[in-house]
């Protein structure tokens, strides 16, 4: 599924993890942009709308819970969202929340290309690192 936008915004509040993610995001030759919580995600998603959102759960100002029901009241299905979480029942959050699909932490570098690849297709290729 592509939307026709281009690029992948990570949500996540852990400045270490957006780092990681996006140098591998970055050297697979995905256009990147992050924000710290849910409220500059819907800043960000009213600016440009997004590939994909990979999105954090825990977060400050506005949680991931938040910041999904938000982009489906907004957007409905146009913007694909990946929970990115270390809870328990990664999946059950996800449909919680009406995520498309779920990455959970720990996750291999693989993992994450092979996931973000089906958002933005034509770019991308997969490394077995842990992360």
Excluded at 84 to 106: I, N, S
Aim: proline share 5%.
């Amino acid at each position: 599924m592509n939307n026709g936008a281009d690029d992948v915004l990570i949500v996540d509040d852990d400045p270490d993890m957006v780092t990681i993610i996006r140098i591998m995001l970055d050297d697979a030759g995905y256009q990147v942009r992050s924000a710290r919580n849910g409220k500059e995600a819907l800043e960000s998603v009213a600016t440009k709308m997004p590939a994909v959102v990979l999105l954090d759960i825990l977060m400050p100002v506005m949680d991931g819970w938040q910041c999904a029901r938000e982009l489906r009241a907004r957007y409905g299905r146009r913007v694909p969202i990946v929970v990115v979480t270390a809870a328990e029942h990664a999946g059950a959050r996800a449909a919680q929340v009406g995520g498309d699909d779920v990455l959970a932490k720990p996750f291999e570098m693989a993992e994450l290309l092979r996931i973000v690849a089906r958002y933005v297709p034509g770019k991308g290729s997969g490394s077995a690192s842990t992360l």
